[in-house]
C-alpha cells in the first residue's frame, strides 16, 4: 500500500497500480481498513464501491490483452459521513486499443456487506451508521468473472462464482436480492431481467435450470447467450453485479468485464 490516511477514527491506505502477468496487465485498485470501525469507501473510476472490514482489504483486479493504461486523478470517498480525497488512479483507456483477438475477460474483487441483518437495516442512512459502529456484522463477499466467446458454438460464455463468508453472530445466512445493472446480462444469468431473491444462500421465488449450481455459503453460475450473426458488432462492457437488501436498496457492489452481442 503506497499511500496511508489518518483522519479523525479513520485510518486506511490505498493503492492503484499494474503489472505483467503471464499473456496479459492485471490493473488493481485496493483499500485497507486500518482502524478499529468499518469503512466505507467510494472509489470513483475504479467501481470500488462499499463496506471495508477492520484489518481487512477490499480490491478490484481486471486482466487486460494490451497494457494500455493512464493515470489521472480520481474521487475517493470514505467514511459513514463521506468525506473527499482527491487520489492518483490508474485506469485503463479503450479508446487507444484496437483489439484483433477475443481474449478471456476476468474480475475478481471483495468488498463486504451485513447480508444476515438486512431485515432489519430499513435504509442506507441505517446501513451506514450500523457498519460503522458494528463491523462485526459486516461478511465478506468475494467474486470471480469471466467472459469468453466460443467461436465454433457461436456462442458468449460467462461464468460467475462468489463466496460470502459467515461472521460470528449466526453463521452463513439471510435474504438478499442479488442482480446485475445490465438487464441483457441478468436475462442470461437468471432467465430474468430483474434481481432474484436469495435465502440461507439458495434462490428462492424462482426455478433454477440445470445449467446453474447452488452451495451453501458459494455460489457459481455458468450461462451463455447467443453472438451476433456479424461478430463485429461484439463489444465489451462493464457493469456490476449488485447485492440488494429486501427494501430495495443496493448494500454491495461488484464490478464486471464481458463480451455483449449488442
Known amino acids: ?28 485498485h485496493c483499500v485497507r481498513n486500518k482502524s478499529t470501525s468499518g469503512l466505507f469507501v467510494d472509489w470513483n473510476n475504479t467501481s ?3 463496506f471495508v472490514k477492520p484489518n ?16 489521472e ?14 487520489v492518483d488512479t490508474v485506469s485503463y483507456d479503450p479508446k487507444i486499443v484496437t483489439q484483433a483477438s477475443t481474449p478471456k475477460l476476468e474480475t475478481v474483487a471483495k468488498t463486504s456487506a451485513p447480508l444476515e441483518l438486512l431485515d432489519r437495516i430499513r435504509s ?9 459502529s458494528s463491523p462485526q456484522i459486516l461478511q465478506n463477499i468475494s467474486m470471480k468473472f469471466s ?14 462464482s462468489y463466496e460470502i463468508m459467515p461472521t460470528v453472530l449466526s453463521g452463513w445466512g439471510g435474504e438478499y436480492l442479488l442482480g446485475f445493472d ?5 436475462l442470461a444469468m437468471f432467465g430474468t431481467d430483474g434481481p432474484v431473491a436469495f ?20 455460489n457459481s453460475f455458468v450461462f451463455s447467450s447467443e453472438l451476433s450473426k456479424n461478430e463485429e458488432e461484439t463489444s465489451i462492457k462493464s457493469g456490476l453485479l449488485k447485492f440488494y437488501s429486501p427494501f430495495g436498496f443496493a448494500v454491495a457492489q461488484l464490478p464486471v468485464r464481458y463480451y455483449s452481442a449488442d
Not at 4 to 24: C, D, M, P, Q, R
Not at 56 to 71: A, Q
Not at 73 to 86: C, D, H, I, M, V
Request: with cysteine.
Open 1 to 28: 500500500m503506497d499511500s496511508e490516511i489518518v483522519a479523525g477514527a479513520f485510518n486506511f491506505a490505498y493503492n492503484s497500480w499494474t503489472w505483467t502477468h503471464e499473456n496479459g496487465h492485471r490493473l488493481c
Open 48 to 50: 470500488l464501491r462499499g
Open 56 to 71: 481487512e482489504t477490499n480490491y478490484v483486479m481486471t486482466t487486460y490483452e494490451f497494457p494500455k493504461f493512464k493515470s
Open 73 to 86: 486523478k480520481a474521487t475517493l470517498w470514505y467514511g459513514s459521513k463521506p468525506s473527499k480525497l482527491e
Open 124 to 132: 442506507e442512512s441505517e446501513l451506514m451508521t450500523a457498519a460503522a
Open 147 to 160: 467472459s469468453s466467446i466460443d467461436h465454433k458454438a457461436k456462442v458468449i460464455r460467462y461464468s460467475c
Open 182 to 186: 445490465d438487464p441483457k446480462l441478468n
Open 199 to 218: 435465502a440461507q444462500g439458495n434462490l428462492y421465488k424462482f426455478v433454477s435450470s440445470d445449467q446453474r449450481e447452488f452451495e451453501r455459503g458459494r
